[in-house]
T-cell receptor, first 115, second 109 residues
Framework: EAQVTQNPRYLITVTGKKLTVTCSQN?????MSWYRQDPGLGLRQIYY???????DKGDVPEGYKVSRKEKRNFPLILESPSPNQTSLYFC??????????????FGPGTRLTVT | LAKTTQPISMDSYEGQEVNITCSHN???????ITWYQQFPSQGPRFIIQ???TKVTNEVASLFIPADRKSSTLSLPRVSLSDTAVYYC??????????FGKGTRLHILP
């Protein structure tokens, strides 16, 4: 089954404690992306990757890191989480980003709470 | 970057046809128009994509006039389960993907 998986689905942590949210896709997609969703602000792109070893900032990259060492995986790293990073996070993948905004497949989401 | 404008919310009744219009006056020649549906606490789900005229699939139709400055998502005979937020996306800036605020559709019995 074609899918994007994220782990963990729920996470409560404390300020400053490094964490990683994993994302994996089994569709051999080149483009992967992380979004955060907050009430009233909609979905905002954090980072995206056009292919292995190619990553770039989205609209809200501050406080986040990513890596793309394998095509299927795109982990999101919070080196020193703060309460303003409490949010619902989605990973997505597609055949291509760019101007065509091809069909993206989204993961189930990770609800992060930073106290 | 083509900014999109959609109604913030809409109400309709079961069995009705619902049309959600998105304005994108600055759409570029190579931009496609893509619509997503999102239920609470779930990731968005692709509905339909088009470039011009009309596109139809098993879920919806997408109407795009000749000037491409707007598009209309048409949902035939909606049910309560169509209550969701609908996003219109147009092209991308560089390789970024921009979601707007979307349209919150509420279907009434």
């Amino acid at each position: 089954e074609a899918q994007v998986t994220q782990n963990p689905r729920y996470l409560i942590t404390v300020t400053g404690k490094k964490l990683t949210v994993t994302c994996s896709q089994n569709m051999n997609h080149e483009y992967m992306s992380w979004y955060r969703q907050d009430p009233g602000l909609g979905l905002r792109q954090i980072y995206y990757s056009m292919n292995v070893e190619v990553t770039d900032k989205g609209d809200v990259p501050e406080g986040y890191k990513v890596s793309r060492k394998e095509k299927r995986n795109f982990p999101l790293i919070l080196e020193s989480p703060s309460p303003n990073q409490t949010s619902l996070y989605f990973c997505a993948s597609s055949n291509s980003g760019g101007r065509h905004s091809y069909e993206q497949y989204f993961g189930p989401g990770t609800r992060l709470t930073v106290t | 970057l083509a900014k999109t404008t959609q109604p913030i919310s809409m109400d309709s009744y079961e069995g009705q046809e619902v049309n959600i219009t998105c304005s994108h006056n600055n759409i570029a020649t190579n931009d496609y128009i893509t619509w997503y549906q999102q239920f609470p606490s779930q990731g968005p789900r692709f509905i339909i994509q088009g470039y011009k005229t009309k596109v139809t699939n098993e879920v919806a139709s997408l109407f795009i006039p000749a000037d491409r400055k707007s598009s209309t998502l048409s949902l035939p005979r909606v049910s309560l389960s169509d209550t969701a937020v609908y996003y219109c996306l147009v092209g991308a800036r560089d390789d970024k993907i921009i979601f707007g605020k979307g349209t919150r559709l509420h279907i009434l019995p």
